[in-house]
């Protein structure tokens, strides 16, 4: 199955069936020559009991037979274990780093996802380390597994032969949340993955994901075509008729208010043709998502530069912060600006402070000092983001509520 996809995976799989099949043929053996000598020896077929002095030929064979296979395996195994640590000259090198409980892959000339997009048939080599505990990078479906330790650089590489989407999974606990450092291996055409990478395609991938978290996508097409609702794209200076809850109707021009106000109040102008069957958006859609979602629709603008959440995504923050309000390992970000904080500060006094800019700005900066009071101090230092970046989370977080606020 393997084969096709990464050629040291089949040689892993090699080493594990040789094992397997030697073992299954083992138990066999043994269980069979068991059964028979309790029957051709039992006492009624064999009433003396015979000593047999030695044997030379059986025990050179019962020392070679298994030294052999032995030997047999040891050499499946390092086979295997070569192909999987020899990186191929010229392989693209991309930093792999764990920390509780996220992966961030950075790409040479600088790109951060979270995702690890790969192209098909590139060599790959992965340099990993971990920002807190051990982890391990784990790939089923390539058979790659290694462990990722702070302070140190592990290696790996695979070479994917076919596009596909295969799961990348931690398998080391390393704590609460261990369970969540599940992430996607994507290996998409060549060409595809110089988009990506040149982060051509970001905005416009983004724009899909986002019609289709929301769940846009199920009535609307975003590519022209007819579906429950009108489709989405180019709409910027559109004109066409809508029909008022009073019967009326009216002429309108697609702008952004229009479409905020089709988002968010669906009900009070339904464009000509359609039902009026569009559930409300209203407190749906942070502000920053719904910028992004207009601005698309308007122009299909794939440019400037990645909303909040997006980075927020990328940097992990999303595996301990969530967005409704519920706790997973750290403080919600829904309504979390402008609250007021019980905080501890690294001499142990206990204040009260508002989550103003500055203060979310060094609690991404520099977490460790101050910690809300009954939190654990587990969330690691951001130092390496700059300006620009912390300002974007804030805004996102901002965005998150309260009043402006909305899920996911
Ligand atoms: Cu990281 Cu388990």
Redesign the pocket.
């Known amino acids: 199955m393997t084969e096709q996809l990464f050629s040291a995976a089949s040689e892993v799989d090699r080493a594990f069936l040789f094992i397997l099949a030697f073992a299954v043929g083992a138990l066999v053996l043994v269980t069979a020559l068991m059964l028979y000598f309790s029957w051709r020896y039992h006492h009624t077929r064999n009433p003396e009991a015979v000593e047999i002095p030695g044997s030379l030929g059986l025990e050179l064979l019962w020392t070679i037979l298994p030294t052999a296979i032995v030997m047999a395996m040891f050499w499946f195994g390092w086979t295997s274990f070569k192909a999987m640590r020899t990186v191929p000259e010229g392989a693209m090198e991309v930093g792999v780093e764990?920390r509780?409980?996220s992966w961030a892959f950075t790409y040479p000339g600088g790109r951060r996802s979270a995702e690890l997009v790969v192209p098909v048939g590139g060599d790959v080599k992965l340099a990993m380390t971990s920002r807190d505990?051990i982890?391990?990078f784990y790939v089923p479906a390539l058979r790659l597994k290694m462990d990722t330790v702070p302070g140190l650089t592990t290696t790996a590489w695979f070479n994917i032969a076919a596009p596909g989407e295969f799961d990348i999974l931690?398998?080391?606990?390393?704590?609460l949340k261990?369970a969540n450092?599940i992430t996607t291996l994507r290996a998409v055409p060549e060409e595809d993955f110089r988009q990506w990478l040149a982060g051509a395609d970001a905005a416009s991938a983004r724009a899909g994901e986002l019609f289709s978290a929301y769940g846009c996508t199920a009535c609307h097409d975003l590519g022209g075509g007819q579906g429950l609702g009108p489709p989405l794209d180019a709409l910027g200076g559109r004109t066409g008729d809508v029909l008022l809850p009073d019967g009326g109707r009216r002429r309108i021009t697609v702008d952004a208010d229009y479409l905020r106000r089709a988002m968010l109040d669906p009900g009070a102008e339904i464009a000509e043709g359609y039902e009026a069957m569009m559930p409300s958006y209203q407190d749906q859609i942070p502000e920053a998502d719904l910028e992004a979602m207009i601005r698309w629709m308007l122009t299909g603008d794939t440019a400037g530069p990645p909303p909040g959440r997006e980075l927020a995504e990328a940097e992990g923050c999303m595996s301990c912060h969530s967005t409704d309000g519920s706790s997973i390992a750290g403080p919600s970000f829904r309504d979390l600006a402008g609250s007021v904080r019980r905080v501890r500060d690294q001499s142990g006094a206990v204040h009260e402070v508002v989550a103003d800019d500055a203060y979310l700005g060094q609690s991404i900066l520099d977490p460790g000092a101050l910690v809300v009071e009954g939190e654990t101090p587990i969330m690691p230092e951001y130092d390496y983001l700059d300006a620009e970046q912390v300002a974007r989370l804030v805004e996102y977080i901002r965005s998150l509520g309260p009043g402006g606020g909305a899920q996911p």
């Open positions: 764990a509780m409980w505990v982890h391990s931690c398998a080391e606990y390393c704590g261990h450092m």
